[in-house]
């Protein structure tokens, strides 16, 4: 604590996002023997709840002012609802082979990734463990000197191992590396599918324009404007990517649905997103195919016909 650059220390039997060890660790008076919750323990120290900035919603934090509340416990918002303790503070519990009461009651915190859904959590202090992983949180603006500072000491008290760390929000990176590589990969492949499918939307209306040469100028004889003639030209291709959206629209909604239910946490479908995607379809195609149905329409009628 007295490092240049460290604000928090602590000890931890679990790291804050890979909380691996679940079960029916938890036991209270008035449990039906029926009743079984699955909880993550951890063991802490004094400062954990200060250095992960989470909130003691109801009695106290673990603090050496108060020395027999080592005896004790912190359990999470959801743990409590999941005991139905009418008066949790002061409640007896055991967690493994160590009774004592309930202390302070955390707000909710995913102890694994958003791939599971919260559970309930519950804090023991275990200050003297010699297991588990070191917590440092540094401070404002001085996280170099902090690592240097530990390097320093880890030096002096471990000198036959090498120093080893790594930051709390690259591990989280880390747990949704998937996610990303796949954003990636849909977006460098989505990007050229509609390249090449622009290209080759491009090539169908010049050769369509090439074909209807001599419809045009008949049309635009008889008093069709560019406007009307852009329209005309353009209609035929607007359905067909109609029908392409209502093909792919369901196609994708499974898809995305499928990977969604992958989460515990999610959004929904909405509509508007399948119709935002055709809009913007609907619209890539116009402005490939906009150049050649204006020139189309804006030439001399009187050319196109004697050339046919």
Known sequence: MRLPGVAYVDRSSQTPHTMGLTGPFVNWEGKHPDHAVNFIPTSVGYDYVKLLGLRIIEGRDYSDEFPADTTGFIVSESGIREMGLKNPLGATISVFEKKGPIIGIVNDYNGQSLHHSLMPIVLDFKEGMNFGTILVRTKPGQTEEG??????????????YAFSYSFLDDAFQRMYRSEQVISKLSSIFGSLSIFISCLGLLGLAVYAAEQRTREMGIRKVLGATTAQIFVLFSAGFVKLILISILLAVPLAWLAANAWLQRFAYKIDLAWWI?????????????????????KTGARNPVDTLRTE
């Open 147 to 160: 690592i240097s500072s530990l390097r320093k000491a880890y030096s002096i008290y471990n000198p036959g």
């Open 274 to 294: 399948f119709a935002l995607g055709g809009a913007v379809a609907i619209l890539l195609a116009l402005l490939t195919i906009g150049s050649t149905a204006i």
